[in-house]
């Protein structure tokens, strides 16, 4: 758990402290259940929310040595296998479907995300190696005709 010091110490009100520890304390069993007690990084981008101080107080107190945004270029979606290949994934399980609410629409998005094959993601991570690689071979141009 983050500890109250470092969040108070990070400007954060009561209410503010009181909601990042419930979400981060839901979000840490989550990945610890999902990737069984083995090694994952957590990789930041430049998601405005990422760099609020709440969200990098939660990070410090449990991610020591994470990979901040300012590590990772911007505008980088090639790199991120969210954004080049999960992403892509999810709207294909739910396109052509109609949600009468923005609930809906996540209810529908968890279940895709559920039916999602381990090793579809294993092997979207094992690639990012090599789009890194790529990435620096075209010196941060366009590197996908590499790939």
């Not at 839901?26 to 405005?48: E, K, M, N, Y």
């Amino acid at each position: 758990r983050p500890s109250i010091e470092l969040l108070f110490k990070r400007g954060l009100g009561s209410a503010e402290i009181a909601r990042r520890l419930q979400i981060s304390s839901s979000t840490v069993r989550i990945l610890r259940r999902h990737f069984a007690g083995g090694p994952f990084i957590l990789q930041q981008d430049w998601a405005p929310s990422h760099g609020s101080r709440s969200t990098l107080a939660v990070l410090e107190a449990h991610f020591p040595g994470f990979l901040d945004k300012n590590l990772w270029p911007a505008s980088s979606p090639d790199l991120n296998p969210m954004d080049f290949s999960v992403w892509g994934m999810l709207e294909g399980k739910i396109a052509g479907k109609v949600f009468a609410t923005v609930d809906d629409l996540k209810a529908a998005l968890e279940v895709a995300w559920a039916s999602i094959d381990d090793g579809y993601l294993r092997r979207t991570v094992n690639s990012v190696k090599k789009r890194l690689r790529a990435c620096v071979k075209a010196r941060g141009s366009n590197f996908e005709i590499l790939l």
